[in-house]
């Protein structure tokens, strides 16, 4: 039982383990040695944003400090078994290898790849694109290429930023769609909302209405007023139908506030003319009235919103489909007003409250295309599966090394055995990570980091997708131990390795350099609150204060943001000081609509139908008699005591029943020959694993499902917890070939399999 003492102290901070970021409350005593532990960790009933809400994984965070698999000092490879070594050893390790890598292969020999992790480090977040620049490569991967990528290319094209995502206005609206997606388990994404499960029962508490498009009957399906049954990849064809019908029976109305700010409605009507309902039904297993009812439904809600995610993202029509979730919220009149479909305004950092407003330069992809099979640039990266073609492909600019920061790609993305494979061939590996996992036991030298209890925390990015505009800043909980460097002192350091600068390179360097640029930008940008002022009386100010590294530019973000002080120019104004002195977080209120300001299309009009998905449309066409054939596919699933692959050594969320199973309709499952509790051969066309069965009704017939981010039995990994968890590895089955064009987003739900007992 936890020992709460009366010296013991509280500490507030948000939970960085998911896009949720709710405020923990955090109670930190003495152990008898004097080191200060955590003794409970429990919900903030005073945040702003989460007002008490915690899930099971937040209150981790002390056995994820305290995890002795948790890397506490550098790592090198010798003989094939990784040892601890000094910082110093590790250093020396890089400085001798990686810029001679570099000048004999040339930058573009360099891959990095950027995890999953980073978007939730303010270390990492603030100081990546410095590594990025350090490590001078194109050849730039991240785990957006099994996610969330299609939804930056819907915006980029229609809003001309790719992080202009509107989100669900959930408090407000009436009627809420949710495809591919399962807060009840993940507590949504690309929509940063504690608490997701109560904001979708208030919605119903209110009179308002909760419909779950998913080929699971999900906790989510399970609490909605309606569960819509689809077949896994059609989500396309779903809403590009809905979109139809609100054309087709007069329903569409943009509404006079976007009316005015919109282009490419008088489009539509004929690009859709092929996906009427019933032209869709037998793909998507979705009969024309429901689609019918769907679409008239929207229309005729006071408000309403469609939210879809990784169901609908990673898939091949991932992009179309996240620029038909925006179709039918213009169409529905329920873009950009309370209620719908709504921007954030993010109270620092935020791409969108920068530089010029309502109109700017657009987006572009294919700046650059891969070296082995031509995939276009999306966002400066190029498709992760890509990566093991890169590596074992002979050439000019063949990978030879590789960096990678807070990632596990050879179980996070397709055709997994293939990318272990290959990382066996690199020259060079440098990891930068808190495990020995899947991926790092290639790495020739893993850099550790602090946990998270150990970190500053700001949400720079996620709070760009909130459903109400909010700040919270954490100072770390517990300070670092003997040995531990904070983590952007390592990106940093990295970088100037990279660059050449040696052994004992000044992380200093890079931030000042960094700081110095952020202050550049804003004093020239004739929309910043310090338009025109003195870059160096800015850097004075700043420095005074002491702060350096990511609270020093967090800092300088929040004071140049949309409610920031200006550095004097709004006395009421927020800042860092203004946040430590909130330990709850500042509420600044409720989303506000942003049309026009928050375009940056050349045109200065929201481009509802670009010619890029209008042509899209014709393969959506033309893939539907293919989709009509599949049989049996895979698709994924999120338990809510997991985060990808990399929780699952905190034995207290992976105690109890295995969770890693493969879910089979009773019918398929008498079909087959497979029995509950049995195993079963799963096959790709890439790969095949033994899984347990799961007989379930609660998936629909034709498809299966397994959980991804297992598979923790491989040798040389130190998870020790995980691997008596091990389960399978999903992506062992997805295959590397199979993409959305457009986003070069990896197909992982619709994996056409085969099925036998095992
Ligand atoms: S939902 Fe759970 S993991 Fe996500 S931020 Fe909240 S407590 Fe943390």
Known sequence: ????????????????????????????????????????????????????????????????????????????????????????????????????????????????????????SLSAMTFSRALLTGLGTRVRFSASTVDQMPRHVAAGHVFGSPVAIPVPDLDRTDHLVILGANPYA?????????????????????????????????????????????????????????????????LADVGDHVREHIAGLDRLGAALDAFAPEAVAASTGVDADTIRSMARELAAAPTAAVYGRIGTTTTEFGSTASWLVDVVNTLSGNLDRPGGSMFATPVAGGATTRGRRGSGKGFRVGRGQSRVSGHPEVMGEYPV?????????????????????????????????????????????????????????HADVILPVPSQLQRAHYDVLLLQFAVRNVANYSPPVLPLGDGEIDEWEVIARLSLIAQGMGADADPALVDDLAIDGLIGSAVKDENSNVYGRDADELRSALDASGRRGPD?????????????????????????????????????????????????????VVELAPDV?????????????????????????????????????????????????????????????????????????VGHVVAPVEVTDSIRPGVVSLPHGWGHDLPGARMRIAAEHAGVNSNVLSDDRSMDPLSGTSVLNGIPVDLEPA
């Open 385 to 441: 599966n890509c990566l093991a073609e890169e590596i074992t492909t002979p050439g000019d600019g063949q990978v030879r090394g590789l960096v990678t920061l807070a990632g596990n790609p050879v179980l996070s993305t397709p055709n997994s055995d293939q990318l272990a494979d290959a990382l066996d061939d690199l020259e060079f590996m440098v990891s930068i990570d808190m495990y020995l996992n899947e991926t790092t036991r």
């Open 186 to 250: 993940s507590n949504g994404s690309v929509c940063t909302a504690p608490d997701f499960p109560g904001r979708i029962e208030a919605i119903q508490e209110r009179g308002g209405k909760v419909v779950v498009v998913d080929p699971r009957r999900s906790r989510t399906a399970e609490q909605a007023d309606q569960w819509v049954s689809i077949r896994p990849g059609t989500d396309a064809l779903l809403l590009a139908a809905i979109a139809h019908v609100l054309l087709a029976e007069g």
């Open 1 to 120: 039982m936890t020992d709460v003492r009366t010296d013991d102290r509280t500490a507030f901070r948000t939970c960085p383990l998911c896009e949720a970021g709710c405020g923990l409350e955090i109670t930190v005593g003495r152990d008898d040695d004097g080191r200060e532990r955590v003794q409970r960790i429990r919900g903030d009933m005073d945040d702003v944003f989460s007002h008490g809400f915690i899930c099971p994984k937040g209150s981790t965070l002390k056995q994820l400090h305290d995890d002795p698999d948790r890397l506490r000092a550098p790592m090198i490879k010798r003989d094939g078994e990784h040892v601890e070594v000094s910082w110093d050893e590790a250093w020396a390790e890089i400085a001798a290898r990686l810029p001679d890598l570099i000048e004999r292969h040339g930058r573009q020999s360099l891959a990095a790849y950027i995890g999953n992790p980073t978007a939730h």
């Open 613 to 685: 998905f209008l042509d899209d449309l014709d393969r959506l066409a033309a893939a539907i008699p293919e989709l009509d054939d599949r049989s049996l596919v895979l698709v994924g699933r999120r338990h809510l005591r997991s985060n990808n692959s990399w929780m699952h050594n905190i034995n207290v969320l992976v105690k109890g029943a295995p969770r890693c199973t493969l879910q089979v309709h009773p019918d398929d499952a008498v079909a087959l020959g497979l029995a509950h509790g049995g195993a079963a051969r799963v096959t790709s066309r």
């Open 552 to 604: 020093r530019m967090v800092d300088f973000m929040l004071r140049t943001g949309p409610f920031g002080d200006g550095f004097g120019a709004d006395p009421d104004g927020t800042s860092l000081d203004d946040l430590l002195e909130n330990p709850h977080g500042r509420d600044f209120g409720a989303l506000v609509p942003r049309l026009p300001e928050i375009l940056r299309t050349p045109s200065g």
